[in-house]
């Protein structure tokens, strides 16, 4: 069944770098907020909570002094201005008053405690007396009990739900702005990942980072990045002028040699071995040009049976090959028609020098192609002696021979990789494996094209 490439179905394991210092900035700003809110609540709110109890004691001492040493007539005023002025009222306390106490929290508790603690053991502190609320503070002046009610926000702390609510903002503020550091962090990373993949596909022109960037460490990491890009692109743009000449250099000499041969050797088997030996080298050549051939290629709809009925027409008057094909007439793939072609007359032509049945040396080649889930599956196997396991991963290496019944000295070991190469660059997957009848299995993937209506 075909598959398609293993790069593109592994799913990417781990978490991305911008995911990793996100995490870990998130952490670090989680710790620093709870360190600091604990610091602030106990070097800071909860002392100043106690002093406002210190301060809460002071008024109503203040208070109880000036309602023992004032007459009648200027206590109705003194009351008048604590209300007004101070918003503190004063009421008769009664042994039946309806008394909730104060200190529903540890911190609370401490609070009452500290005012009980100032102004006698008598002393009664309040959240609510007669379902009225309030901050009530019960006190004797000699047979009389009295209530002085203020405002309940003096004393009562931070509720957990507020703290939380602080909590909650400073953290999406702070894990916002971790997240534009780590963005800021790892775009550079993002950038020169984008520029690898692109030298990798041979790109290295296109792959140029921005040199004018302010940080000076990633600057001179795009600098050196650039350099070494541009320094491949030279290199291959002299590779590919080089094996030009050598294939224009070669070809005139090979044949004058040819032509030579065929007037000047009067032996007919001399002249026919030399005229192979030279059909031979510039073969070679070929095959040189063809694994050094560029990496990028353009990709069109491509009517697989024709491409591969063309391929098969030189070797159908071969006595010795016997050739099956069984492809839809319809199939269309995503390829280049010229390099898939070559890709295809590689493997026959590997398949009719290797591919011999050892009961009779027929190389008898099957073609055969499946498609699913958008991908096409191309299978050319034959019926020779196959190959041994070790030697196996090895046949797409460039210029590798094992010592196996399939290899042959004049061969240049470059008819695999030509074929793998080709293949990756019309974005496949090519493999090889032994047949499970006999023979060698070559297997190629590539996309799909849809016939449009």
Request: hydrophobic fraction near 45%; charge should be neutral.
């Amino acid at each position: 069944m075909p598959n398609a490439p293993a790069s593109s179905t592994q799913p990417q394991r781990g978490l991305s770098l911008f995911w990793r210092t996100f995490i870990l900035l998130g952490l670090l700003i989680l710790c620093s907020t709870v360190a600091w809110l604990q610091l602030f609540r106990t070097q800071e709110y909860e002392p100043r909570i106690l002093r406002n109890a210190n301060q809460i004691a002071t008024v109503v001492n203040l208070t109880r002094s000036a309602l023992i040493h004032t007459d009648a007539i200027a206590r109705v005023s003194l009351l008048k201005n604590l209300a007004d002025e101070e918003d503190v009222k004063l009421a008769i306390r009664e042994p039946n008053d309806d008394i909730r106490p104060f200190g529903e929290t540890s911190l609370e508790t401490q609070l009452a405690a500290t005012l009980i603690d100032r102004l006698g053991p008598g002393t009664v502190v309040a959240s609510s007396v007669n379902h009225e609320t309030g901050l009530w503070v019960g006190f004797q002046i000699e047979r009389d009990s009295y209530w002085l009610q203020m405002d309940p926000d003096r004393l009562r702390p931070m509720d957990n739900e507020t703290w939380l609510v602080w909590l909650g903002l400073a953290m999406a503020l702070s894990l916002t702005g971790a997240a534009l550091i780590a963005g800021l962090l790892n775009r550079p990373l993002k950038n020169l990942a984008q520029a690898t993949a692109r030298v990798r596909e041979g790109q290295f022109l296109q792959a140029l980072l921005n040199e004018d960037v302010s940080t000076r460490e990633i600057k001179a990491v795009n600098k050196g990045f650039n350099r070494m890009a541009k320094r491949l692109a030279k290199i291959e743009q002299e590779r590919q002028l080089m094996l030009a000449g050598i294939s224009h250099d070669l070809r005139t000499p090979l044949a004058r040699l040819r032509l030579e041969a065929e007037l000047s050797v009067p032996d007919t088997a001399a002249q026919e071995a030399m005229v192979a030996d030279i059909a031979q080298l510039d073969d070679i050549i070929d095959k040189f040009l063809d694994y050094a051939r560029p990496g990028h290629t353009a990709l069109e709809p491509v009517l697989l049976a024709a491409v591969v009925s063309r391929c098969i027409t030189p070797f159908k008057n071969q006595a010795r090959m016997k050739i099956k094909v069984t492809v839809p007439e319809d199939l269309q793939v995503q390829a280049d028609a010229v390099e898939l072609g070559r890709v295809i007359s590689n493997l026959l032509e590997n398949a009719r020098r290797y591919g011999q049945s050892p009961s009779d040396g027929i190389s008898r080649v099957h073609i055969e192609c499946q498609a699913l889930n958008g991908w096409v599956l191309l299978q050319l196997g034959d019926e020779g002696p196959g190959v041994s396991p070790e030697h196996l991963q090895r046949l797409t290496e460039p210029f590798f021979r094992g010592d196996t019944a399939r290899t042959s000295a004049n061969g240049s070991g470059l008819g695999l990789a030509i074929v793998e190469r080709a293949v990756q660059r019309m974005g496949g997957t090519f493999s090889v494996l032994n047949n499970s009848t006999g023979g060698l299995m070559a297997r190629i993937n590539l996309r799909q094209a849809h016939n449009e209506a």
